[in-house]
């Protein structure tokens, strides 16, 4: 019984520590350090450093909790559109606006590797079905694949920016970037094997 209080106790701590990483790093940017987090969530620097390892741990969980439960649900809903076409736009758009918001975090989970195509790819996975009724529609191109979708949803974040709370620029350069997704006789070049954004040589 003891034991089972610790494990809940350390669950509870371990998500008072990524709803403050998330609120902190959204309301004053990506330089946050580990302890300021700690102070938000009321929980010592030691119990986050033994739950997480250091900052960079933090942010990687903040992040992955936050695509799950903002992004996540946006991709699951394009699902059963009976436009997939217009169904695969909207999603992209929606979550390329719920991104730009938590640009503190963005920026955060950048530096830290939290946000690749790879992981965006991850939780983009659902798209594969909405994706493959389009490309049997004839509305977007035949050769395109989720981690492409993943990689233009990154594309786009790479122009947000805090003086820019309206996102105009991740919107536009989104909508420019989709206009490339319509069927082409040209093929794409094969994708290299390497993460995208993979901080390492």
């Given amino acids: 019984m003891h034991e089972q209080r610790q494990r809940a106790d350390a669950l509870r701590n371990a998500d008072k520590i990524v709803r403050a990483a998330i609120e902190i790093l959204r309301e004053r940017g990506p330089e946050v350090s580990l302890d300021e987090i700690a102070r938000q969530a009321g929980i010592g620097s030691a119990t986050v450093y033994r739950r997480f390892g250091d900052r960079d741990g933090v942010i990687r969980a903040a992040f992955e909790t936050y695509f799950a439960e903002e992004v996540e649900p946006l991709v699951l809903a394009a699902r059963d559109a009976a436009d997939a076409g217009s169904a695969l736009a909207g999603a992209l758009a929606a979550s390329v606006d719920t991104l730009a918001a938590h640009h503190g975090l963005l920026k955060a989970a950048r530096r830290s590797g939290a946000f690749s195509v790879d992981i965006a790819a991850r939780f983009m996975g659902p798209l594969g079905g909405v994706l493959a009724r389009a490309q049997r529609a004839g509305q977007v191109r035949a050769d395109l694949s989720v ?45 290299s094997a390497r993460r995208i954004l993979d901080p390492s040589p």
């Fill in 147 to 191: 981690r492409d979708l993943a990689a233009i949803v990154v594309m786009a974040l790479a122009t947000a920016h805090p003086a820019d709370p309206a996102h105009h620029d991740p919107r536009r350069y989104l909508a420019l970037l989709l206009t490339t997704l319509r069927p082409s006789d040209d093929d794409l070049p094969a994708p």
